[in-house]
């Protein structure tokens, strides 16, 4: 996909966020839109690797068959879906079950079904409690589907929904689902909502110009900046990584380098912003060993990884950044 292409996702996005939220805080609308981005990556990955995983069993269904293929083979297969669950955590470490996918609740969403609010709510239940290893619990546990934000009435709030995740659905239909697409529309997102959150916005996000300065200097030779940017940094630490944007900048200008990163690691004491950045480093495509967010008071030093004093265990850093760090 072209960078273009890239900004028109992004702004097609945010046209949807800013006509549907309408009274509703920024802040509070932008949770719920990432969240349903962030299950979008997460299905199409978990799809593309199912259908990989059962090669020509998995079903070819007809274009006007509206259910997920996925469970199809659930239900024609059932003394097989443990092992295949088994094999789908070991390879890409996380399961989905088919009604909790997207195009599921989508389908949903656009037939108006009156059990999406708890279908949703079952998923996200699932992703953080049964599907992820233990480092992803609580991943959602900021949307709150029952608030009165998304109407009085739990039939109004489940008609909101219905028409949010119908108009996501459908702006993003023709684009790519690929993770360097959909991470970079989540990164516009954040952007956009930051811009509408005033001074508060500098809790959870580095704007991109600062960013890419920043990173910039990160990746430079420290003893010799003259041989310029190195191409392999071990361990990174952001100690207050907001939602990952300058971390996912280092890993980005060492990549385009020819280089890599073995592994990310931030600390946030914000919740929200903590669940928003895990949700950031997957949808870039990372896997759940390749970083890891703390969720704690850097000043109180609640980390106990940091605080190690056994030199055969003490982590070392590579490269340090933040924009406290300057």
């Known amino acids: 996909m072209t960078q273009k292409e890239q900004q028109q996702l992004g702004k097609t996005l945010w046209d949807i966020a800013d006509n549907l939220r309408g009274a509703m805080n920024a802040d509070d609308f932008r949770d719920y839109m990432l969240s349903f981005l962030f299950l979008r990556y997460l299905s199409s990955n978990y799809e593309a690797s199912a259908k990989k995983e059962l090669g020509r069993d998995y079903p070819n269904l007809d274009d006007n068959d509206k259910r997920n293929p996925l469970s199809v083979w659930y239900a024609e297969n059932e003394a097989d879906v443990a092992e295949f669950e088994k094999q789908m955590r070991r390879k890409i470490h996380y399961v989905i079950e088919p009604k909790h996918l997207w195009s599921s609740i989508a389908e949903m969403a656009r037939t108006q079904n009156k059990d999406l609010l708890e279908t949703l709510e079952q998923g996200f239940k699932y992703i953080e ?82 960013s890419s300065i920043l990173s910039e200097i990160v990746t430079l030779d420290s003893q010799d900046p003259t041989q310029g940017p190195k191409i392999r940094l071990e361990k990174v630490l952001d100690f207050a990584s907001g939602s990952g944007s300058l971390l996912l900048n280092v890993r980005k200008r060492i990549k385009e380098n020819g280089g890599n990163v073995g592994k990310i690691y931030g600390q946030e004491k914000n919740i929200t912003t903590y669940n928003l950045a895990r949700m950031n480093m997957l949808l870039h495509g990372m896997k759940d060993t390749e970083f890891e967010i703390f969720h704690g008071d850097t000043l109180l030093n609640q980390w106990d990884e940091l605080n190690e004093m056994n030199p055969a265990k003490k982590v070392e850093f590579d490269a340090i950044c933040g924009e406290s760090a300057f």
């Not at 009165?148 to 790519?176: M, T, Y």
């Open 129 to 210: 409690n049964q599907s992820f290893e233990n480092a992803f619990q609580g991943l959602f546990s900021e949307i709150n589907l029952n608030s009165e934000k998304l109407g009085k009435k739990h039939e109004d709030r489940n008609a909101k929904l219905c028409v949010i995740i119908q108009k996501i659905a459908e702006g993003i239909k023709d684009f790519s689902t690929d993770s360097d697409t959909l991470g970079d529309a989540y990164e516009y997102l954040i952007g956009q909502f930051a811009a509408g959150s005033g001074k508060k916005a500098g809790e959870f996000y580095t704007p991109q110009q600062i």
